[in-house]
């Protein structure tokens, strides 16, 4: 015998008596690292429903590029910029310059068209501090953000002009 079961429906039309505002957290420390914590809430946030952007600027190496964000589950995008190496110098070529200007110029254009719950830029403050991406226009995205939106940016040594506007500071140290 087999048990059919329906799912009862339910009326989502409420709204909350509040506005939800969106959070600008940062993790940062004193060394190049892998946030598993940002990662963690990424995964969690997309389990259950929300969509998620996931941005390596200075990560390459597996020819991806925007054009080709590989999705994770069913709600989390992860983007890697379109470069044949890793990124930990101001050295590049013209065309790893260019990838990463499209790379920025995507993640703006999908913060502002809040296609996204989260948008997490990993190592941002290396490529802000790179002189890769203008910390202006970093600080720009934040306040022209869509006001449901969180973000989420890691990265040793983040910008004070960041941090300034940060809602949420994490930093990591070895003890």
């Given at each position: 015998m087999v048990a059919q079961l329906q799912t009862p429906k339910l009326n989502l039309t409420h709204s909350?008596?509040?506005?939800?505002?969106?959070?600008?957290?940062?993790?940062?420390?004193?060394?190049?690292?892998?946030?598993?914590?940002?990662?963690?809430?990424?995964?969690?946030?997309?389990?259950?429903?929300?969509?998620?952007?996931?941005?390596?600027?200075l990560k390459g190496g597996i020819n991806q590029g925007h054009q080709h964000p590989v999705?994770?589950?069913?709600?989390?995008?992860?983007?890697?910029?379109?470069?044949?190496?890793?990124?930990?110098?101001?050295?590049?070529?013209?065309?790893?310059?260019?990838?990463i200007e499209q790379l920025w110029q995507y993640v703006q254009n999908a913060v502002r068209e809040g296609r996204y719950a989260?948008?997490?830029?990993?190592?941002?403050?290396?490529?802000?501090?790179?002189?890769?991406?203008?910390?202006?226009?970093?600080?720009a995205l934040i306040d022209s953000k869509p006001h449901h939106l969180d973000m989420i940016f890691t990265g040793p040594s983040m910008p004070q002009t960041i941090l300034d506007v940060a809602d949420q500071i994490t930093e990591i140290r070895r003890s």
């Amino acid at each position: 015998m087999v048990a059919q079961l329906q799912t009862p429906k339910l009326n989502l039309t409420h709204s909350l008596p509040y506005t939800v505002q969106g959070l600008v957290q940062v993790f940062t420390g004193p060394h190049r690292c892998f946030f598993t914590s940002v990662m963690a809430q990424a995964l969690r946030i997309a389990g259950q429903g929300a969509p998620v952007l996931a941005v390596q600027f200075l990560k390459g190496g597996i020819n991806q590029g925007h054009q080709h964000p590989v999705r994770l589950g069913q709600n989390l995008d992860w983007v890697r910029c379109d470069l044949p190496r890793c990124i930990d110098q101001a050295d590049l070529d013209e065309l790893e310059t260019r990838s990463i200007e499209q790379l920025w110029q995507y993640v703006q254009n999908a913060v502002r068209e809040g296609r996204y719950a989260l948008v997490i830029l990993d190592e941002l403050s290396l490529a802000v501090n790179l002189g890769l991406i203008p910390e202006a226009e970093v600080v720009a995205l934040i306040d022209s953000k869509p006001h449901h939106l969180d973000m989420i940016f890691t990265g040793p040594s983040m910008p004070q002009t960041i941090l300034d506007v940060a809602d949420q500071i994490t930093e990591i140290r070895r003890s």
